[in-house]
């Protein structure tokens, strides 16, 4: 009787080993015989479920940033600037685990090699984001909690390069904990004086 795979643990688990040769070798450096060695898996198998490493890369991108918009948009409506600035700010500490994705994905898109529809998939989602944090900003205006003359939609996509610039140093420049922490306190203390409504501060 033939061996029954759960195809999708085994994708799962290709995709961790994936992460982790890339890890080790760079992206650039990782052939598929060392993915599948870091899999404990025959190259052959391996290709039943994915035939380069590029696609690879495509899957774990994809599963990592459907992983970061569910954290940083995960919840609706805000009803003051603290709770607003709060969930921002658990957007910004991320296990290390998570972390280690940044270095792979600059390693991979530093050479500028990777697909056109990757590149506007990646530029989709941080649109996605932008827009997120610009309805939750016009919302806090429409309720009179916030600074009322700025503009939601620039404000909701420098908030998104602030998260995205944030992580990236942390991941990339090994900060020590109570460094980047001190960087995320003086980061959302400067957005909390500047959406904040004269005399509520």
């Not at 459907?66 to 919840?75: D, H, I, R, V």
């Not at 700010?89 to 898109?109: K, T, Y």
């Amino acid at each position: 009787m033939p061996k029954i795979v759960d195809k999708e643990k085994m994708v799962k688990s290709i995709m961790e080993s994936a992460l982790q040769a890339f890890i080790k070798h760079g992206f650039h450096k990782t052939t598929m015989d060392k993915i599948a060695k870091e899999a404990g898996i025959a190259k052959g198998t391996l290709y039943l479920y994915f035939d380069s490493k590029q696609n690879l890369l495509h899957s774990i991108i994809t599963v990592h940033f459907e992983a970061f918009n569910k954290n940083l948009t995960g919840k609706m409506h805000f009803d003051s600037l603290d709770s607003l600035l709060s969930h921002i700010e658990e957007g910004l500490f991320m296990s290390e685990e998570e972390l280690q994705f940044f270095p792979v994905f600059f390693d991979a898109f530093g050479s500028g090699s990777e697909s056109k529809n990757l590149t506007q998939e990646i530029s989709a989602f941080f649109d996605n984001i932008g827009k997120y944090y610009a309805q939750q900003l016009q919302s806090l205006i429409d309720q009179k909690i916030i600074n009322t003359h700025i503009n939601p939609m620039a404000l909701g996509r420098a908030l998104t390069c602030m998260l995205d610039g944030l992580l990236m140093h942390k991941s990339l420049f090994d900060l020590s904990d109570s460094h980047y922490n001190a960087i995320v306190k003086e980061t959302i203390n400067l957005y909390r004086h500047g959406l904040g409504i004269e005399g509520e501060l």
